[in-house]
């Protein structure tokens, strides 16, 4: 993924823990990437940009931690996030740590 798309991955990279945070956090089924980041706290939000926080939910999507979910109502992504996988979603940040040893 990092040589297909390096500005997702690059996003991922940077902020999982603030992701993975804000996906536990959130008590909605099938929000969109900003109600998702609507679940960081104040001060995180404010070092973290809403875009890229964006990219990072879509590449978390993209790697199957959960699915994509569209009513054909809104103009935005929304996620599926029933379909969360935490054992997943720790896999993929012991590969991310590896990556940074």
Known sequence: ???????RYGAL???FSETKEALK???RSYPSSSQ???Y?????REEVP???FGWAVSA????????LWNDDVHDTNRYDLTTLDEDYLDSIEEILDQELS
């Not at 993924?1 to 500005?7: G, L």
């Not at 978390?60 to 699915?67: I, K, M, P, Q, V």
């Open 1 to 7: 993924m990092q040589r297909e798309d390096k500005q």
């Open 40 to 44: 960081l706290d104040e001060d995180t």
């Open 60 to 67: 978390l999507n993209d790697l199957g931690a959960f699915e």
């Open 50 to 52: 809403a875009t890229t």
């Open 25 to 27: 956090r959130c008590d």
């Open 13 to 15: 990279d940077k902020y």
């Open 36 to 38: 998702i980041y609507s």
